[in-house]
């Protein structure tokens, strides 16, 4: 958060992934959305989605992004400035929504439920501000399942489940269809779907948990080094591959 270049970057990455595109537009393509719909983005980020969605329900419709932080907000009213784009965003935590019941046809929100401590009551609060009979389309990750092509499968076994354990949510994913019927939702559709993550946009994710995998002695020094270096050389050798996989589940409002 205190280097909000390396986080836009970062961001901007994440969206030209040609998984990471397929995911947005299935949850469009499940949630109809069409010219004069409401529709509310929930962990918008810096917006690219909400301004993809602003074209398509035009100067008729209303498109409202959210996220808790003041920094992405600020950084997404300026892009959509700058395009023109009448956009409304607001600060405001996914699990207390400061909007009226019944307010939008379609919601969507990606890869924010695992950072979240209850992630439910963020469902249910998307569902209230939903009218009746509109969709909720939801991704979100299953972290338990990531993969990397690697020599050292025990290693990285021991890592990834790291990783899943770093997010208070890292299994939300699989959870999300019971959640939805708990809340009473209707037409709950489950799908999975696998974001593949490039060689530097794999390694940006994961710098940070390896740093504190290594400072709790998780795992050591040399097996860190050589865990990074044999996936350098695989990278090098055009075989790099690794993903996370979750699910995109939907639900209508009764």
């Not at 917006?47 to 398509?56: C, D, H």
């Not at 860190?224 to 044999?230: E, T």
């Amino acid at each position: 958060m205190n280097e909000p270049k390396f986080l836009f970057d970062f961001l901007d990455k994440c969206d030209e992934i040609d998984s990471v595109r397929v995911c947005k537009q299935k949850i469009i393509d499940y949630l109809g959305i069409k010219e004069g719909d409401c529709v509310l983005d929930v962990g918008c980020g810096i917006g690219q989605e909400v301004q993809r969605i602003k074209q398509i329900v035009g100067n008729n419709g209303l498109v409202v992004g959210v996220d808790k932080s003041e920094l992405m907000i600020g950084e997404a009213k300026k892009r959509a400035e700058q395009l023109n784009l009448s956009i409304k965003y607001y600060v405001a935590d996914a699990q207390s929504l400061n909007m009226n019941d019944n307010s939008f046809d379609a919601c969507r929100a990606e890869r924010v439920l695992l950072f979240l401590e209850n992630p439910k009551n963020a469902v249910w609060e998307m569902i209230r501000v939903l009218r009746p009979g509109g969709k909720l389309a939801i991704f979100d990750f299953y972290l338990d399942g990531t993969f990397v092509n690697s020599a050292f499968p025990a290693l990285t076994r021991k890592i990834v489940g790291f990783i899943s354990d770093s997010f208070p949510n890292g299994l939300i994913g699989c959870k999300l269809p019971e959640i939805f019927e708990d809340l009473g939702l209707s037409n709950i559709t489950f799908v999975p779907h696998t974001n593949l993550a490039p060689y530097d946009f794999f390694v940006r994710v994961c710098y940070g948990i390896l740093e504190q995998a290594l400072h709790q002695k998780v795992i050591s020094e040399s097996d860190l080094n050589q865990w990074v270096n044999q996936l350098n050389k695989l990278q090098e050798e055009g075989r790099f591959l690794a993903g996370f996989p979750g699910f995109i589940v939907t639900g209508q409002k009764k």
